[in-house]
């Protein structure tokens, strides 16, 4: 169905120099998304640095990412077909930018993993793997570029999708499809390309318009996280987004992690001070009957369906930071908008993020880029839920010296 | 943010997205302060603040007054000032005014470095802001693109591009010790052409001079010896929306900052330009 309106954001993935700005660049030529003057611009940029054309520029921007041919940071652009608007967020694929990478990737419904078929499956192709299922991205488009380069062979594609293939299911990824492309000719990239006769599927673009809205989230209680409390005359709004369910007036809400109840007497947005509901992803004002005492970092809920509320929790953990990490030292624990001093009692197991080998059992500290099966403490009692059933409560990052050091997702509720 | 409405529609959550940003910043830092350069987008994130508030913004709006600026942006800047309730600051240079600097003096990047970019260092250090809102865009320009929703400035007022903090999920950076303050960018996602939309879909009171008269019109408002004109018969929100709809080129192609050298605009941010 066409719908202008709606847009899909995806974000494309893979090791260094796979293509992955060669890709978007021609995404934006072939769909006549670049403005000419910022053809010109990068004519005259690849000019000065003595190099033909460089579709990559449209995204490397920084100086030094073009001098030195690189992805630094992620970055966005749109495009349009017939069937919706996208925006693509770009991702570095060198190993010193990963943080950028995650930046980029969490903001994305879908993604395209590229892979160089002369090079096949890399370090980074395996780490980007690993972080779409940490992600929870569930759309995912393999890309064999590069196939002028190996004569449009059908045995180089096979031997590819056959070994990442086997390597994504370990990781519960299942791609939806494999599609060989030259990136830099625009071989099956919007066109289907003369020179693989053998494939006879999808080109990149058709099976961008074939992925799906996100779905909605499942029939759920409400969930609503409190950013603020805003004071404004007489009225004390509780301000925060709808991360699940609905809320009305006259609802009876549970607060979280005291347990209190109250009635909802308001719904506002501004000039709408009679709201008879709101949904999830909605930016509400909502007041209450009773004076009740709510601050920042509460989750409002419904009662009989509320999130569990603990202070240990196992988690899967993927470590940003080069300094290690050490167990039980002091963290800050971050969820929706719960906050919580916290630490790392148990590192379970310490894998390394590319192989996904195992590198250590009971382990008493993480490296960078290392992930882990962890048990973490919380000071304050929070409320979570696992990460497949509600994932505003379910993700969460670790702050050190105000910088975040680790992204997580909760693995398993046990209710004990 | 994962989950919403099915079908909600672009504008909705693009609105959703800088509401949800405007409110955390707020409540991480108090100390806030948003930039209105009177201009299409920062008057677009105003409105986005006075939704978020509920019609009244609890902290300051600044304005970083060049004295080259139209004077169709001072008449709009004070009848909205008074009728919005605002608490709004007017920031110059005075020494460097005094001291002659203008376009035609020195270089683009001298001129917007004191009357702008020094000039938001001393009413930064004067009104000890942490955080300052800012209306600018991904698809503004390729730096900006690379751009955070919360962006630290280190004591010196730089842009560390090469090492941005990461920013997962709704997590933002907050603030860390060595770093004067934060940029906050609530309208990093939308497009010059969903603004337009919005513009019309909220009837946002807007600058005259982004109507054609005369056959011509600015896509884009600054200081006036900059900025030029397009052709254009675009004279109503419906038109110009078209025209944007229409028109292949990008919309600072008017503006002389971004032609002395592909990376000015670079330069500029890394030195704490907006």
């Known amino acids: 169905m066409e719908n202008q309106n709606q847009d899909l954001k995806f974000v494309i993935v893979g090791h260094v120099d796979h293509g992955k700005s060669t890709l978007i660049g021609r995404l934006l030529y072939d769909t006549n998304s670049l403005p000419p003057d910022k053809m010109e611009e990068i004519k005259k940029t690849s000019e000065e640095l003595g190099r033909v054309v460089e579709f990559a520029f449209i995204m490397d921007n920084l100086q030094e990412e073009r001098e030195q041919g690189i992805t630094i940071d992620t970055a966005q652009t749109f495009f349009r077909t017939p069937k919706r608007q996208y925006v693509i967020i770009d991702a570095p694929g060198h190993v010193e930018f990963v943080k950028n990478m995650l930046t980029g990737a969490s903001l994305a419904e879908a993604a395209i993993l590229i892979v160089d078929a002369a090079e096949g499956v890399k370090e980074q192709t395996k780490r980007h793997s690993y972080l779409l299922s940490l992600l929870g991205i569930k759309q995912v488009i393999v890309v064999v570029n590069k196939m002028d380069l190996v004569d449009y062979k059908e045995e180089v594609f096979d031997k590819i999708k056959g070994e990442l293939t086997e390597f994504l299911a370990n990781l519960n990824v299942q791609p939806k499809l494999f599609i060989p492309i030259a990136a830099l000719k625009g071989d099956n990239v919007a066109k289907r390309s003369d020179n693989m006769k053998w494939y006879s599927g999808q080109t990149v673009l058709s099976a961008l318009d074939d992925l799906e809205d996100l779905e909605q989230a499942r029939d759920q209680g409400l969930i609503l996280p409190v950013q603020e409390i805003y004071k404004l005359e007489e009225k004390r709004y509780v301000l925060g987004r709808v991360e699940a369910g609905e809320i009305k007036p006259g609802q009876t809400i549970k607060v979280l992690p005291s347990g209190q109840t109250t009635v909802v007497k308001t719904v506002e947005k501004f000039q709408q001070e009679n709201l008879t509901q709101a949904q999830s992803g909605e930016n509400i004002g909502l007041t209450t009957v009773d004076p009740l005492f709510i601050e920042r970092g509460n989750v409002l809920c419904e009662n009989g369906k509320e999130p569990l509320v603990k202070t240990e929790f196992s988690a899967n953990l993927f470590w940003l930071s080069h300094e290690p990490l050490a167990k039980d030292e002091p963290l800050i624990v971050k969820i929706a908008t719960q906050e919580s001093i916290g630490e790392v009692i148990e590192i379970k197991k310490r894998f390394d993020s590319s192989t996904m080998e195992i590198l250590e059992q009971n382990a008493g500290k993480l490296q960078f880029l290392e992930a882990a099966e962890v048990t973490i403490k919380a000071k304050k009692p929070l409320a979570l839920a696992e990460f497949s059933e509600l994932a505003e409560l379910g993700k969460f990052v670790l702050i050190k010296n105000d910088n975040v050091v680790a992204g997580g997702i909760v693995a398993e509720l046990k209710n004990n | 943010m994962l ?155 730089q842009w560390n591009y090469k090492d941005q903090p ?109």
């Open chain 2, 3 to 157: 989950l919403y409405i099915l079908g909600m529609d672009r504008l909705t959550k693009l609105e959703n997205e800088s509401i949800y940003i405007i409110r955390e910043a707020w409540s991480q830092f108090k100390k806030v302060a948003m930039l209105w350069s009177i201009g299409k987008d920062s008057t677009s994130l105003l409105w986005l603040c006075r939704k978020a508030f509920f019609g009244k913004i609890p902290f300051p709006v600044m304005h970083l007054d060049t004295t080259y600026k139209f004077p169709e942006i001072y008449e709009f800047r004070d009848k909205y000032a008074k009728e919005w309730g605002l608490n709004l600051i007017v920031a110059k240079n005075d020494e460097s005014i005094a001291a002659g600097m203008g376009p035609d003096k020195g270089t683009k990047l001298q001129c917007c470095n004191e009357l702008k970019t020094d000039n938001l260092k001393k009413a930064i250090a004067k009104h000890g802001f942490r955080a300052l809102y800012l209306a600018i865009r991904r698809d503004e320009h390729g730096i900006r693109a690379k751009e955070r929703f919360f962006s630290p400035r280190d004591d010196s007022f």
């Open chain 2, 166 to 274: 990461p920013e997962l999920w709704d997590q933002y950076k907050t603030k860390a010790k060595d770093e004067e303050h934060l940029r906050i960018h609530p309208m990093l996602s939308w497009r010059e052409i969903d603004i337009w939309e919005y513009i019309r879909r909220e009837n946002i009171p807007m600058v005259s001079l982004y109507f054609a008269k005369n056959g011509k019109r600015y896509r884009s408002i600054g200081c006036a010896p900059c900025c030029n004109p397009i052709d254009s018969q675009a004279d109503t929100l419906d038109k110009i929306v078209e025209e944007l709809k229409a028109s292949p080129t990008s919309e600072r192609a008017g503006r002389a900052q971004d032609k002395e050298n592909a990376y000015t605009m670079q330069k500029l941010r890394s030195l704490g330009y907006m």
